[in-house]
T-cell receptor, first 112, second 114 residues
């Protein structure tokens, strides 16, 4: 079945350093979504990207959708301790239904 | 507050017990989901319901039994569980239409099987 591959699995950074997580698919995606799960919490929707090459920003977070719509990235500039958590990408399955396929997540740890 | 509630938040049960997890969504959505999240396999999709009809069962053992009496409520009935079933069980809901609905998660039930 379709998979959404996400790397890295873990990232440990010093506060103030940048962080990037990547999401890749072997098939073209109609859209891609990003979620954040704080420690002890539940996944919370951050953003959806739909257009080829789309770039969206939320404060220090920058989301990109690749030109071929097969990959996406989330970049955090100057991380803060509040950025700690696991970041998941998610995309529709090959059946193009309402359901999502979630990546395995990237767990971000920030040293103060 | 995402509009999706789950009870109980924590549950400890023996392998011979029978318990149920409850999920309720106040978002007017049509689709509801059960996920299992453990350290080894994050976000495993278990069951999907859309307009009260089960549309997906991801080879889940029969000791997990879902029930969706209406579009707002979803239950997961548990019986004769194994210790490896200990995990965070997350419920989510979405519109159930379109391509790749945004999903809204509840806070989860942390289950420990002794």
């Amino acid at each position: 079945g379709q998979q959404v591959m996400q790397i890295p699995q873990y990232q440990h950074v010093q506060e103030g350093e940048d962080f990037t997580t990547y999401c890749n698919s072997s098939t073209t995606l109609s859209n891609i979504q990003w979620y954040k799960q704080r420690p002890g919490g539940h996944p919370v929707f951050l953003i959806q990207l739909v257009k080829s090459g789309e770039v969206k920003k939320q404060k220090r977070l920058t989301f990109q959708f690749g030109e071929a719509k097969k990959n996406s990235s989330l970049h955090i500039t100057a991380t803060q301790t509040t950025d700690v958590g696991t970041y998941f990408c998610a995309a529709p399955g090959m059946d193009s239904s309402y359901k999502l396929i979630f990546g395995s997540g990237t767990r971000l740890l920030v040293r103060p | 507050e995402t509009g999706v509630t789950q009870t109980p938040r924590h549950l400890v049960m023996g392998m011979t017990n029978k318990k149920s997890l409850k999920c309720e969504q106040h978002l007017g959505h049509n689709a509801m989901y059960w996920y299992k999240q453990s350290a080894k396999k994050p976000l495993e999709l278990m069951f999907v319901y859309n307009f009260k009809e089960q549309t997906e069962n991801n080879s889940v053992p029969s000791r997990f039994s879902p029930e969706c009496p209406n579009s707002s409520h979803l239950f997961l009935h548990l019986h004769t569980l194994q210790p490896e079933d200990s995990a965070l069980y997350l419920c989510a809901s979405s519109q159930g239409q379109g391509v790749g609905d945004t999903q809204y998660f509840g806070p989860g039930t942390r289950l420990t099987v002794l």
